[in-house]
């Protein structure tokens, strides 16, 4: 029964996983072809989109080699993505709100999967919350960077902002000693509600520069 | 006699890695010479190019310091083709065919290092052709990223595509039970011609976008 | 007794360690502010300028994870930093002295780190030169790649010229057994002043284009 449980559970965090792995990867290949980059171009930005995170994350912590290296459903998660992009171009536009969903998902699920390998070796919250932002975020500043654009979460979404807000909820559950299954529940859905309310109704952070 | 044998394979060995870094390290250079950056940018543009690849790779794998850290050939092969750059500048035009011979060169055998690398860490098939082509493409990402273009490699030409084919010609031959020596000559032969005849004969990866 | 002066020569090498990292994220908040990113780029590149290189050095000796992951002053210095320069934006122009001369001393301060770290592995003096100028210029080039400009340090300033002079110097002066104290104050006060002076007196590296 237990075993049972445990099958669920883990085949239910890798469905959510790859999903998020898929929409980053979506995300992606949406940019290079904007880009007119070729057929491998494509590719190779929609994988990095969707692994350059994790990997950061695993080569800042001297965790290597990565997942990817050794488990092929993120390779084939990416190509397979990659590859619907290509065949469905036109229709993608109509799935905006369905890719958003599953963006917004996995940024929260990111969030927290960076935040549970810093707690693993004992690095201060505020630690955990960068390696949290890192893995749901730098991928798509490689992305904006290779691409040769300024990356967009530097600029003017509530992206990077809603992963450490979404880690603070985090320390803050855990530190009221909330269950451990409700914090990993809560802190995602809290990444995600913030991420598709900033988009839904335009949300910015604070303005630094004085109006002229 | 053996020892003989070993010592002229392995010189042999080093006179195509030192060759292909050479070509490497020219392609940088010329490169950031078209940028106009200053002597210390034309090295560091000349030393990333040739030695940006194999040291991701080695990153990647958790590889590291990577070996231009213990074998100072490495630098002084790349410090003496940048010199060459910059002393022969119009020269170099004339000498287009042999530097593509020898980045050809280079591109093969590049391939082969990065995925008996992977090969020996017990890695995919699937994932010893990406560290393959890590190895010997991703040093012209960096210099094309670094000099602010989108990497040509994303655009247009066959280059990672050769080294991807050149991959799976290397496990078709084990597959068949080849001979270890041929398999490696076959597979540089083939990654070699591919990018000869694709730039001789312009061949480009078929288009994905829909003609407007 | 010892302890004593123990205890002041660490808090002195951590008052240079802090400032430089303070300049370096001054001179990072400051170009993020010109590209008009929001608050969470701003303090990114901040961050990246100022811990940008040592970070590279770490990952390419295979030194994870790094030093700010467990030493929070680190963090909290960039933090600091990253704010004075949003509310103080058109005084900061005023500081331009004090900016050089901080940035300046952590030039110099990261260049004998990197070279003793690289002399702590038993690396050749030239790789441990090279170590020394990427702790000290590569959170720079980071910087501007993000910004989307060709590194400043590619282009015309002596800037990575000085950490490289200056690990000549750390070495000529090991070489005829200079005591290691001198050593580093020498070495140091050579970068420092090699900047100081390029940027007073406008001093550039040899072109090595002909003018047309």
Chains 1, 2, 3 share one sequence.
Not at 47 to 62: E, K, Y
Not at 121 to 134: A, D, R, S
């Amino acid at each position: 029964m237990t075993f049972i449980c445990l099958m669920i559970d883990i085949d239910y965090l890798r469905l959510i996983d790859l999903s998020g792995i898929a929409a980053f990867a979506v995300s992606g290949a949406v940019a290079a072809m904007r880009k007119r980059l070729d057929l491998f171009g494509i590719f190779i930005i929609a994988f990095v989109t969707a692994m350059g995170g994790g990997t950061l994350r695993d080569l800042l912590i001297g965790e290597a080699p990565p997942v990817w290296m050794f488990d092929m459903w993120y390779g084939l998660t990416v190509g397979v993505s990659t590859l619907i992009v290509m065949l469905f171009t036109r229709q993608i536009e109509n799935f905006r709100k369905t890719l958003l969903f599953f963006d917004s998902l996995g940024l929260g699920f990111f969030t927290i999967v960076g935040i549970e390998v810093g707690l693993s070796l004992n690095l201060h919250p505020v630690i955990c919350v960068t390696l949290g932002t890192v893995t749901a975020c730098f991928g798509g500043v490689i992305r904006d960077i290779s691409l040769r654009t300024i990356p967009v979460i530097f600029q003017k979404e509530v992206y990077a902002s809603a992963c450490i807000a979404g880690g603070i909820f985090y320390f803050a559950f855990v530190y009221f000693g909330a269950d451990d299954t409700w914090v990993k529940v809560v802190s995602i859905s809290a990444v995600f509600l913030m991420r598709m309310l900033a988009v839904i109704f335009d949300l910015r952070l604070p303005n630094p520069y004085r109006s002229a």
